[in-house]
């Protein structure tokens, strides 16, 4: 066989390869994900972005496609949250902690993760409140559920923001117990310095 005819054949043969692999996890993409994942996705990056009204509108559109879709109620609850709106933002987390209760198997580790951010970000709502008892036992909770999900930034969020020190759950939990054992006329609850860089947490 002339080798030049072989060399072209075996290139057109990895060509093809290559373009059925492509189009399979492209298939295997698109036709795994959850109806609403889409506008999740972009109302993350409106959140992200600051655009707290068009990031709402995301989350209901993701919810319009697939009502009780995780990112979109936990998108909703951190909208409310980062516009202190503080008493839906409880509402929006307290839903979403009773579906996944309700709802997610033992070896569901997404679903506990997200239920772990939930319960964080509740407490963390509860802290900014004031309601320092009700703040300590969402944390509490969420590091029961999750702990790995809540330990504190990761390499990523230290580049970015360059805390290296930011508050976590457990610091800030283990800092509320030991304040709410004192006297109250003794106790320091704010810290802003460290306080100001606990981090929301969006799996």
């Known amino acids: ?4 005819v072989l060399r072209r054949y075996i290139k057109l043969m990895v060509y093809a390869l290559i373009v059925a692999a492509a189009f399979s996890l492209g298939y295997q993409y698109f036709t795994s994900q959850e109806p609403g994942d889409y506008y999740v996705r972009q109302g993350d990056n ?13 989350f209901n559109l993701a919810l319009d496609k697939s009502p009780n879709h995780r990112g979109a109620l936990m998108g909703r609850a951190l909208v409310f949250t980062q516009t202190k709106q503080y008493d839906q933002a409880i509402a929006e987390y307290n839903n979403l902690i009773s579906f996944l209760e309700d709802t997610i198997e033992k070896d569901d580790l997404t679903g506990r993760g997200v239920l772990a951010a939930a319960y964080a970000n509740r407490g963390i709502v509860y802290d900014r409140q004031g309601k320092y008892e009700a703040a300590l036992a969402s944390y509490i909770s969420a590091l029961k559920t999750d702990e790995d999900t809540v330990s504190g930034p990761g390499i990523v969020n230290k580049i970015l923001y360059g805390s290296e020190d930011a508050s976590s759950v457990r610091k800030r939990a283990q800092y509320i117990y030991e304040q709410l054992k004192l006297p109250e006329n003794e106790r320091v609850m704010r810290l802003p310095e460290i306080d100001d860089t606990q981090r929301m947490y969006k799996p």
């Open 1 to 4: 066989m002339n080798t030049e």
């Open 46 to 58: 409106r959140l992200s972005e600051g655009n707290y009204e068009q990031a709402i509108e995301s």
